[in-house]
């Protein structure tokens, strides 16, 4: 879907950064839509104006 599987570059050592950083992307992606338990989380004042009325 994004072009991953594909390598953009010839030669070990480059090949090699840019799994290494289309690695590093993926896992942060997961990271920030892994949350276990959202209601941990301290609510703004915004929320809290729109929760009391």
Same mark, same amino acid.
């Given at each position: 879907?994004? @072009?991953? &599987?594909?390598?953009?570059?010839? @030669?070990?050592?480059?090949?090699? *950064?840019?799994? *290494?950083?289309?690695? +590093? @992307?993926?896992?942060?992606? &997961?990271? +920030?839509?892994? #949350?276990?338990?959202? #209601?941990?989380?301290?609510?703004? #004042?915004?929320?809290?104006?729109? #929760? +009391?009325?």
């Amino acid at each position: 879907a994004h @072009g991953l &599987r594909h390598c953009r570059y010839r @030669g070990l050592a480059k090949t090699h *950064v840019q799994h *290494v950083l289309t690695a +590093a @992307g993926t896992n942060i992606i &997961r990271l +920030a839509q892994h #949350r276990p338990d959202q #209601r941990q989380r301290p609510r703004s #004042r915004l929320q809290e104006l729109f #929760r +009391a009325s």
